[in-house]
């Protein structure tokens, strides 16, 4: 089993600052990195401890690239529920990134297959992912890639999970009649980053990280593949690593 890091019960502070000073030494080790963000619940603390660490002693973002792992489908870019917006609103804005080093796949498109591989063929371009900070579905999901997702896949447009779906509506007040999706990185993708920081907080997540590092390595739960990874670090509240 690999190894895994735990906060004090009730001091989330210290882990948001344990994740964020995981992307703060990644850019200051190397200013022109290439790093993927997550969003929900766990990270958006996370990113914006990177933006107050920032202020309080400022290094250079400017030749970085940022870009999310996924995005929602059927929204626009600029709605509340949209990564694009939470990520700008978290911590891209605030750290000044242009637009040229923040990369998003879209929420809206006329051929997300050209999308996908013009978004892949850029990272690659830019030299691959350094570092990717991943968040983790309850039902062990990473990105869109829902249980089931082969291990092979690449970016790609994928349905929701109806949990899910719903939660996001809920939170973005999506009416039902539109579509929702999810276009994301591949697990093939994800697992070809150099460093994978796996952040879980709560213990609705307990069952699931136990299953992630502990159960076998299988399709039916995506994150399972973080076993095999040759750099990945789990960051965990206590909750969250109850059952360990």
């Known amino acids: 089993m690999k190894d895994y890091w735990i906060t004090t019960e009730t001091d989330e502070r210290c882990f948001d600052e344990a994740a964020a000073r995981r992307i703060v030494e990644q850019l200051k080790r190397k200013p022109d990195s290439v790093v993927g963000l997550s969003t929900g619940r766990t990270t958006g603390n996370m990113h914006r401890k990177v933006v107050e660490l920032w202020n309080e002693e400022p290094f250079d973002v400017s030749r970085a690239t940022f870009f999310g792992v996924d995005e929602v489908v059927g929204v626009p870019t600029d709605y509340s529920g949209a990564c694009y917006t939470m990520l700008k609103t978290e911590i891209i804005g605030a750290l000044g990134i242009d637009d040229d080093h923040f990369l998003m796949l879209p929420t809206e498109c006329d051929d997300f ?3 996908c591989r013009h978004f892949t063929d850029e990272l690659c371009r830019r030299g691959g992912i350094d570092l990717l900070m991943l968040g983790l579905g309850e039902n062990g999901h990473l990105g869109f890639n829902q249980p089931g997702t082969p291990f092979e ?8 999970n109806p949990e899910l779906e719903q939660r996001i509506r809920r939170e973005t007040q999506t009416p039902a009649e539109k579509w929702l999706g999810g276009v994301t990185l591949g697990l093939a993708d994800i697992f070809e980053a150099r460093h994978i920081v796996l952040v879980a907080k709560g213990e609705n997540k307990a069952e699931v ?23 990945c670090e789990f960051l965990l509240d206590r909750a969250s690593a109850s059952r360990l």
């Open 209 to 231: 990280v136990k299953q992630m590092l502990q159960g076998p390595v299988t399709t039916q739960l995506p994150a399972s593949m973080l076993q095999r990874h040759p750099n």
């Open 153 to 160: 896949s690449r970016a790609w447009v994928t349905d929701m």
């Open 113 to 115: 297959v050209l999308a």
